[in-house]
């Protein structure tokens, strides 16, 4: 079964500051990879995805996340944070040909202090 | 485009009254449909995929009986809260996706409150 772990359940940060979040996931196979991001008070907006192709993706707002196979890792970063990347970050994954049945995260709960 | 719906957004119900919530995909044809239901502080939890046409698919601990779900078009799913009690109060969120694409459209969710 697959499963996910992000390992921040909440982080604070200076404005200006470095964005690393950790998620792991657990599947044996061939997956697809999200990162999800839920203002306060909005609903779930995809940030960034990977299907295959260059393990480095970019997204909107700055963001990137990178797929590393041999550690099961798919890490997202944001070199700069600002006040309004407030928010709560999903990581979520589904298997290649698995009926896109998405698992998600606990979530990370981000605050950035301005 | 890939715009999602949900109505009603916020609902008030009775202990063991029934709520029927809609989600639609306002720009596409939604092949699946995903319910999941997010406490608070807490992460999205899968109850159900539904493809159209066809009986959905709940997830270990859901109970298809009390959460009944129908898919009967490529544009509109309905979940109905069954004999509502105030431990289902939630956050009720429907996704779609299109078979052209992995990507799920996410529904702004419909709170239930259960007095």
């Known amino acids: 079964a697959q499963s996910v772990s992000q390992h921040n359940h909440h982080v604070i940060l200076s404005e200006a500051a470095s964005l690393e979040l950790g998620c792991n996931y657990s599947y044996g196979g061939t997956v697809n990879l999200f990162w999800y991001v839920q203002y306060p008070g909005q609903h779930l907006q995809l940030l960034l995805k990977?299907?295959?192709?260059?393990?480095l993706v970019k997204g909107i707002k700055g963001f990137e996340a990178e797929f590393i196979k041999s550690k099961f890792s798919f890490n997202l970063r944001k070199p700069s944070v600002q006040w309004s990347d407030t928010a709560e970050y999903f990581c979520?994954?589904?298997?290649?040909?698995?009926?896109?049945?998405?698992?998600f995260g606990a979530g990370t709960r981000l605050f950035v202090k301005a | 485009g890939a715009v999602v719906s949900q109505h009603p957004s916020w609902v008030i119900c009775k202990s063991g009254t029934s709520v029927k919530i809609e989600c639609r995909s306002l720009?596409?044809?939604?092949?699946?449909m995903f319910w999941y239901r997010q406490f608070p502080k807490q992460s999205l939890m899968l109850m159900a995929t539904s493809n159209e046409g066809s009986k959905a698919t709940y997830e270990q601990g859901v109970e298809k009986d009390k959460f009944l779900i129908n898919h009967a078009s490529l544009t509109l799913s309905t979940l109905t809260v069954t004999s509502a009690h105030p431990e289902d109060s939630s956050f009720y969120i429907c996704?779609?996706?299109?078979?052209?694409?992995?990507?799920?459209?996410f529904g702004p969710g419909t709170r239930l409150t259960v007095t």
């Open positions: 979520a994954v589904n298997a290649q040909g698995g009926g896109f049945k998405t698992i």
């Open positions: 990977y299907f295959s192709g260059d393990p």
């Open positions: 720009d596409f044809q939604a092949t699946t």
């Open positions: 996704s779609a996706s299109r078979a052209s694409n992995n990507e799920q459209y």
